[in-house]
């Protein structure tokens, strides 16, 4: 498979994630491990910062989100801190802005997303996972969203990332039993994308993302954006967008290096351009 990329590099940050970038593929991994990973508000910060830097990263074409640790991919959102962070009408508006933020830096990022769960992915860490493009899990996996089991109110956001995973009546079991699913449940309720034995996770994420990480960048963006498009009520889809995503293809040079690699019988050198 042809490299793309620019070497190695590794930034563990101060705000409880690390950033890898290898050969084209970005890893940010959730670091509070002796938290299981739960994301407190310089997490939910940090994850809009981070995602809109590798949005506008031309090294960078396919972004893995894991959990530090073998125990968690995300417990969720730190509860420990609502108690001083969101116990007023304008904490709990600050805090969701960085929320909100975080998860629309993820869900509309224009590059190619993939969750690597293993242990426990609850609450806000799944949230964070199911608006990755798509969900990898362990057989050991499991998931939870709790709101029920903490007296919190669910927005309807948050509410309609979950009933587009896994349909309505789904959802409501979900939500109001606060039950936690295996990955072989999640899987069949359409959670999730794939489940793997726990010693092929990685290889078989690292294999998804250099596969995407070979194609055309443009073609990738445009099939992604355009698809999170059709998901809206037909009123509030920009149309104009999905032509222009399209258009944006057939003017690159890659769409002409794809013509010439198949004619030539070789591998494309994509550049993203």
């Not at 101060?14 to 739960?38: H, Q, S, Y």
């Not at 990332?161 to 072989?184: Q, Y």
């Not at 990738?220 to 037909?234: D, G, H, R, W």
């Amino acid at each position: 498979m042809t490299e793309i990329g620019v070497g190695n590099t590794m930034n563990e940050r101060d705000d409880g994630l690390i950033l890898e970038k290898r050969d084209g593929i970005a890893g940010l991994v959730l670091n509070r491990p002796e938290k299981r990973n739960a994301i407190g508000l310089a997490m939910w910060q940090g994850l809009g910062d981070a995602l809109e830097a590798l949005a506008d990263d031309p090294a960078v074409r396919v972004v893995i989100l894991s959990g530090a640790g073998d125990k968690a991919f995300s417990a969720g959102a730190d509860i420990s801190e609502f108690k001083t962070l969101r116990s007023t009408p304008e904490g709990r508006a600050a805090y969701d802005q960085a929320m909100r933020r975080a998860f629309d830096r993820l869900s509309n990022l224009p590059k190619f997303t993939i969750a690597m769960i293993h242990g426990f992915c609850v609450g806000g860490g799944a949230e964070v996972a199911m608006d990755c493009d798509v969900m990898i899990a362990s057989e050991e996996a499991r998931f939870a969203i709790t709101p029920a089991r903490l007296g919190l109110g669910y927005s309807a956001p948050d509410v309609e990332r979950l009933v587009r995973r896994v349909g309505a009546h789904r959802a409501k079991e979900i939500l109001a039993t606060g039950n936690m699913f295996g990955a072989a449940e999640a899987l069949a309720m359409g959670w999730i994308n794939h489940v793997v034995p726990a010693p092929d996770l990685e290889s078989f994420v690292e294999n998804l993302a250099r596969s995407v990480a070979a194609n055309a960048p443009l073609s990738v963006k445009a099939a992604k954006l355009t698809i999170n498009e059709l998901a809206k009520a037909p009123g509030d889809r920009n149309a104009e967008l999905c032509r222009q995503l399209v258009d944006d293809c057939y003017a690159s040079q890659d769409y002409k290096e794809g013509q010439r690699a198949f004619a030539e019988k070789r591998t494309p050198d994509f550049k993203g351009r």
